[in-house]
């Protein structure tokens, strides 16, 4: 048995949760911090880009209409929306056995924790295999609608939507759990040629994802899902997790991500077509 932290920090704006798992990355790189699993929340609502996708896929006149924020993740991926959701960040060293081995071997292993955690929560949750045919040329910009490799799903619908960074420092991935809520509304801050074509996109999403109060039929709080979280991962991983708040060292670090990073246009918007 291992100790990680567990962090579970307070609803935030978009660029402070990015900048916060970043600072943790850092920690981790330089040997300052134990690795953690990071669990959040989001205030505003943000819709979060991936680390490569255009920034022209999002109607930026109808993201501000709504009071949506706009981030861009150190993650790969595609469009989410952040709101009724359990957010996760798991950050480790490169040398973490748990997330040894290639991307999906340690995708793999995470994978099983995210199983118990949403099995605790009486979802009968699977992994499935996506083909590469079923991936290639996949342009879609909405993440939940996006096939990968390998997907956590509930009755054939995507219920996590998971991405992972490597970097020198170390490892984050982090990932969505819709909890309640109507999936298709992202589609009202990314850009359509028109609004049947728009119409169309919002109702093939909810035939391919869903939120875990569509599927149990009655609400889950965040507490619950988190506590679900903190169960599976300390007992599938073998880990002890420490109740933790960031140092202020990576509160000053995060900081200063947001105002050079992730709030800032020319990372937000560096990615044109």
């Excluded at 118990?116 to 290639?136: D, F, W």
């Amino acid at each position: 048995m291992d100790t990680w932290r567990l962090l579970i920090t307070p609803p935030s704006r978009g660029a402070w949760n990015m900048a916060v798992d970043e600072a943790l990355l850092e920690a981790v790189g330089r040997d300052d911090s134990l690795p953690a699993l990071r669990l959040y929340a989001w205030q505003p609502p943000c819709l979060s880009l991936g680390y490569a996708q255009p920034f022209f896929d999002v109607d930026i006149p109808r993201l501000k209409e709504r009071g949506w924020e706009l981030v861009r993740r150190p993650t790969g991926g595609r469009a989410i929306l952040h709101t009724d959701e359990l957010t996760y960040s798991v950050i480790a060293p490169v040398g973490e056995p748990r997330l040894a081995g290639a991307l999906l071997d340690s995708y793999n292993r995470l994978a099983g924790a995210l199983l118990a955690a949403l099995r605790l929560l009486g979802l009968s949750v699977e992994m499935q295999e996506r083909s590469a045919a079923s991936r290639a040329g996949n342009i879609n910009p909405v993440c939940f609608e996006v096939p990968s490799s390998y997907e956590i799903t509930v009755g054939g619908k995507k219920l996590v939507g998971s991405a992972q960074a490597r970097r020198k420092e170390g490892i984050l991935q982090h990932g969505s759990l819709p909890l309640s809520g109507d999936l298709g509304r992202i589609t009202q801050a990314l850009a359509f040629p028109d609004e049947a074509v728009r119409a169309c996109a919002a109702e093939r999403l909810l035939a391919r994802a869903a939120t875990v109060e569509s599927v149990l039929g009655r609400p889950v709080s965040w507490e619950k899902a988190a506590q679900a979280f903190t169960a599976a991962f300390r007992d599938v991983l073998n880990l002890d997790l420490q109740p933790s708040q960031l140092t202020p060292a990576e509160e000053a670090r995060a900081e200063e991500l947001v105002e050079s990073k992730y709030a800032h246009p020319l990372w937000t918007e560096r990615v044109t077509g």
